[in-house]
Nanobody, 113 residues
Framework: QVQLVESGGGLVQPGGSLRLSCVASGIDISLQTTQWYRQAPGKQRDWVGF???????FYADSVKGRFIISRDNANNIVYLQMNNLEPVDTAVYYC???????WGRGTQVTVST
């Protein structure tokens, strides 16, 4: 089955860290550009960053210096390491593989005291 499955979300205090995983099945994630998006309640889905097949990464200004995208080719996983989390980072986080145009179902991240 061709799919992406996100995991690793949860509740964390401001200043904390989480690592999200995007596990790919049925496709070779190393040949895809994998993007991360997030959607806060009542807001549009915003782009967070991506990792290219060559391993280049690029980030939205709002997360630059705090979030890191990496990839484990052997296990077909893309990670989103999120550090120094803020309440504004609260959202459902999604991964997307391109050009396959495959989305995961998302994982909830809540940053709160």
């Amino acid at each position: 089955q061709v799919q992406l499955v996100e995991s690793g979300g949860g509740l964390v205090q401001p200043g904390g860290s989480l690592r999200l995983s995007c596990v790919a099945s049925g496709i070779d994630i190393s040949l895809q550009t994998t993007q991360w998006y997030r959607q806060a309640p009542g807001k549009q889905r915003d782009w967070v960053g991506f990792i290219s097949p060559s391993g280049n990464t690029f980030y939205a200004d709002s997360v630059k210096g705090r979030f890191i995208i990496s990839r484990d080719n052997a296990n077909n996983i893309v990670y989103l390491q999120m550090n120094n989390l803020e309440p504004v980072d609260t959202a459902v986080y999604y991964c997307k593989a391109s050009p396959t145009d495959l989305w995961g179902r998302g994982t909830q991240v809540t940053v709160s005291t």
